[in-house]
């Protein structure tokens, strides 16, 4: 099991559902309404803001790889700073 699935797999049912919309809304380049921020000292890594659940991904011109979800927590943004 990937990361991604794993991490789908800790939260609830609504949660989910809200998570995949924003992923699909994420690999459709549609950026409009999402809570997105660039992350602090990191060239193409931004991170996407629902409730308390982060999903932090890396952009380039031609790709989009999600990188982790997690709920919010002190120590959600160390591994990419």
Not at 40 to 68: A, D, E, M, N, P
Request: charged share 35%; proline share 0%; glycine share 4%.
């Amino acid at each position: 099991m990937d990361k991604i699935a794993k991490a789908l797999k800790k939260l609830t049912a609504k949660e989910r559902q809200k998570i995949k919309t924003i992923l699909q809304q994420i690999k459709n380049g549609d950026f409009l309404n999402l809570d997105i921020q660039k992350s602090k000292g990191q060239k193409q890594i931004y991170r996407v803001r629902s409730g308390k659940i982060r999903i932090i991904f890396h952009k380039t011109k031609t790709s989009i790889k999600i990188l982790t979800i997690e709920r919010r927590s002190d120590r959600t943004y160390e591994k990419f700073s």
